[in-house]
């Protein structure tokens, strides 16, 4: 494929959107922008190909670990093309490559099998998992191919087929993703729709789909439920984070700070299950303070492709301006940054790594999910203020305790309102775990087993025992 010519940013052609590199903030290339009535079309192939993809588990348990070969075969071609879009590092991406491939194999070893019903009653009832139909699957920028992956490997694992949408940022190696898919599956199994909004939405209320899975932030989850309701499609909602990391008066600072940093700083702080605000006790502050500002300041930031880059750029515009306004109010409220506090003087939307002390509690930074490279730590005197803290939000993602004492940690951690917990590490999940957020962080779950019958519908055969008594009902 030739080199595409930078262009001025936001610029578009006819039946096409521009595609920015956050590491030079330039156009580098463009994706279609589909209209309604290819949509129309796109979904009707999906419920076409749903009748024979439906029927053959045994067929679709084969086809699926060739699509994970194919992805991985592919790996050399999607993970530049990743790092172009999304910024992050190249290993990341290719991290990101390897999850999705075991995503497909994970799930294609899974099925939901018959399961008889007894009551005691003189009847054999049995119950049969079927598939939806068509699914909407409408993914974020910050893991285009990770969280696509978790809507599809499920989705396709029960028979259901897939329309997939990548947000508008990061289309490019969702594109390629698809059409190493669309060769190792049948024909209208999964396609990959590109475009501006309103795609998502029509999407999302689409008639011919019968559930939609997305992963995004709040306001646009309840836009997505609400445009599902037109049809009454199943919804499932993966959602934002403000997760909370208590630290224990007994922690080991030096033993975890480069993993309570990265929990906070991978991908650049635009994780949904980001370290975002960290509670320590207030003799231990300025030790936690400084050994996060130290390796703020030592961390290399750079483009993805370039090799030794561990932070890349932002992924976009918006996104940054929200990073550096919140900064700046809570700069401006009285914090002090310890690292960082401010844009890179640079081409592209590089932040530096920041480190805030002194932050008023009611700051956005801590109330809101900032998504960016940039961690308040906020001291407290006792644990039941911190836990009260941490649960003090309108978010129920994740959350994690830090201590020497796991049984005293996991104690605390016991007290989280979220969907997953950890002790000394953070965002750390097994493709075989449910996850899901409470509160405003999401509806439905994903992930295992669970993620499977998130796909799935009950369907009961019911019928009476032969012998003497061949009534029901009774
Ligand atoms: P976003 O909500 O702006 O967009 C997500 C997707 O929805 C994109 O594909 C976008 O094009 C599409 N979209 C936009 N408007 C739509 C509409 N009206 N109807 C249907 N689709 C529409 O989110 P984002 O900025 O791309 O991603 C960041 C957010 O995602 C953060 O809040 C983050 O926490 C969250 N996130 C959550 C999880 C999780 O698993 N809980 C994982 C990753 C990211």
Redesign the pocket.
Known sequence: MPTPQPRPTNTTRGGHFAVVDPATGEVFDEAPDQQPEELDAVVGRAQEAWHHWRADPAARTRALLTAADAVEAAGADLAPLLTREQGKPLAESRAEIARSAARLRYFAGLHAGPQPIADGRPVRSELRWRALGPVAA??????PLQ?ASAKFAPALAAGNTVVL?????TPLATRLLGSVLAAALPEGVLTVVTGR??L??R??AHPGIRHVT????????R??AQ?AAASLARVTL????NDAAILLEDVAVERIADRLFWAAFRNCGQ???AVKRVYVPARLHAQVVEALAQRAKAVVVGAGLDPGTQLGPVNNAP?LARVERWTAQALAAGARAVAGGHRLDRPGYFFAPTILADVPPDSPVVTQ?Q?GPVLPVLPYRNLDEAVAAANGTGFG?GGSVWGTDLDRAEAVADRLECGTAWINHHAELSLAQP?A?IKE??VGVAGGPWGLYGNLRPFVVHRPEPGPEEECGR
């Open positions: 409408i993914v974020p920028w910050n893991f969280l949408k990548p947000s508008p940022f909004e309103p998502g939405a999407l999302a997305f992963t995004g932030s709040v306001p646009t989850g836009a997505v445009g993966e959602l934002g984070g994780v949904c299950m996104q999910e998504f993602l996850f957020g962080s999401g």
